[in-house]
């Protein structure tokens, strides 16, 4: 078994998992005294201090419990436009700045979480379609996120829009993500976020059969409840078939807006069907999450103060903390 390693092990010196950075880790930075031996110098900027700053007035500046083994979670909803690949990158984020180590896999062609979390993509990149066609080894495909320590990215190309009728014709087609993660020790890894695309295809599929919990973000909008109940039996059909193991543990509600009886009326029909499985959390409409993603960047480091990157903070927060909860 392989460990993981990050492509550029030189970009993060040091990815122990002893290592305990404060709140925010080295991206935002930390001038107070840190324990002998520990290893998370921070850089003094304005923006790090700021968002050191918002983030302790609310309580947060704490590192958070590992679990036991390596998390993977799918990040699935078959209607676009929910917030999959914005949850996906912020939880991620947040989760890396308080200690953990974080995967995601982008496996949308559209390749919008591979965007936001800065990576180059060309012609000529190595991307998470030449893991599940080709077999190449995800740690070789993951890059590190820049800014972010202990976060890193397989990336999605335009190549991966073909893979739906490649994977037709292969072998144990649905499963070809499972044993590219069997193919290596994740021991070194907290967390495997894999940001499905808005369809119940094969991609899906084998995100599905690769994890052992399922994320689902729902827009507090009428429209977001109505593909919902599919995408319940599609993950009972993947429970009965190819992956007992599988589990609703999450689901976020996202674009609330407190402003309409609407979002309130949805999140109260959510969350009187599904009770400890949905989150406490609501994730606001916030024009700087739309924004942070044209920079290359997550809301947690364009705007870490904001009300958006607060949300998903307490959002992550609330993973890392509670127990698994299987939808009923």
Same mark, same amino acid.
Request: glycine share 6%; proline share 6%; hydrophobic share 40%.
């Given at each position: 078994?392989?460990?993981?390693?990050?492509?550029?092990?030189?970009?993060?010196?040091?990815?122990?998992?002893?290592?305990?950075? $404060?709140?925010?880790?080295?991206? &935002? %930075?930390?001038? *107070?005294? /840190?324990?002998a031996g #520990?290893? =998370?110098?921070?850089?003094?900027?304005?923006?790090?201090?700021?968002?050191?700053?918002?983030?302790?007035?609310?309580?947060?500046?704490?590192?958070?419990?590992?679990?036991a083994?390596?998390?993977?979670?799918?990040?699935?909803?078959?209607?676009g436009?929910?917030?999959?690949?914005?949850?996906?990158?912020?939880i991620?984020?947040?989760l890396?700045?308080?200690?953990?180590?974080?995967?995601v896999v982008d496996?949308?062609p559209? $390749?919008?979480?591979?965007?936001? &979390? %800065?990576?180059? *993509?060309d /012609?000529?990149?190595? #991307?998470? =379609?030449?893991?599940?066609?080709e077999?190449?080894?995800?740690?070789?495909?993951?890059?590190?996120?820049p800014?972010?320590?202990?976060?890193?990215?397989?990336?999605?190309?335009?190549?991966?829009?073909?893979?739906e009728?490649e994977?037709?014709s292969?072998?144990?087609?649905?499963?070809?993500?499972?044993?590219a993660?069997?193919a290596?020790?994740?021991?070194?890894l907290d967390?495997?976020?894999?940001?499905?695309?808005?369809?119940l295809g094969?991609?899906?599929v084998?995100?599905?059969?690769?994890?052992?919990?399922?994320?689902?973000?729902?827009q507090?909008e009428?429209?977001?409840?109505?593909?919902?109940?599919?995408?319940?039996?599609?993950?009972?059909?993947?429970?009965?078939?190819?992956?007992?193991?599988?589990a609703?543990?999450?689901?976020?509600?996202?674009?609330?807006?407190?402003?309409?009886?609407?979002?309130?009326?949805?999140?109260?029909?959510?969350r009187?069907?599904?009770?400890?499985t949905?989150?406490d959390?609501?994730?606001?409409?916030?024009v700087r999450?739309?924004?942070?993603?044209?920079?290359?960047?997550?809301?947690?480091?364009?705007?870490?103060?904001?009300?958006?990157?607060?949300?998903?903070?307490?959002?992550?927060?609330e993973?890392?903390?509670?127990?698994?909860?299987?939808?009923g």
């Amino acid at each position: 078994m392989n460990s993981f390693v990050p492509q550029n092990p030189a970009d993060n010196a040091d990815v122990s998992r002893e290592t305990s950075p $404060g709140a925010y880790g080295d991206l &935002l %930075g930390d001038s *107070r005294e /840190t324990p002998a031996g #520990s290893n =998370y110098g921070v850089p003094d900027t304005p923006l790090a201090r700021a968002a050191h700053a918002a983030m302790a007035v609310r309580g947060h500046d704490e590192v958070w419990p590992r679990p036991a083994a390596c998390r993977v979670i799918g990040v699935a909803n078959q209607k676009g436009g929910v917030g999959k690949t914005t949850t996906t990158v912020n939880i991620a984020a947040a989760l890396a700045m308080h200690g953990q180590r974080v995967l995601v896999v982008d496996l949308d062609p559209q $390749g919008n979480a591979s965007t936001a &979390l %800065g990576m180059e *993509r060309d /012609t000529q990149t190595r #991307s998470i =379609y030449h893991c599940l066609v080709e077999d190449e080894e995800i740690r070789k495909l993951a890059q590190p996120v820049p800014d972010i320590p202990n976060l890193w990215c397989a990336p999605a190309t335009i190549d991966l829009a073909g893979a739906e009728i490649e994977l037709v014709s292969l072998v144990a087609r649905e499963a070809r993500l499972k044993r590219a993660f069997a193919a290596y020790d994740t021991s070194d890894l907290d967390y495997i976020l894999i940001d499905c695309p808005p369809s119940l295809g094969l991609l899906t599929v084998n995100a599905m059969v690769a994890c052992d919990e399922v994320m689902i973000p729902i827009q507090c909008e009428y429209y977001a409840l109505e593909g919902l109940g599919q995408l319940l039996r599609n993950v009972e059909l993947v429970q009965s078939h190819l992956n007992p193991g599988l589990a609703v543990s999450t689901i976020l509600l996202t674009m609330y807006d407190g402003r309409t009886r609407l979002s309130q009326q949805v999140a109260d029909e959510v969350r009187s069907h599904f009770k400890e499985t949905v989150l406490d959390t609501l994730i606001p409409r916030s024009v700087r999450v739309s924004e942070a993603p044209s920079y290359g960047q997550s809301v947690m480091t364009y705007d870490p103060a904001s009300t958006g990157a607060v949300a998903y903070l307490e959002a992550a927060r609330e993973i890392a903390h509670r127990a698994r909860a299987i939808a009923g």
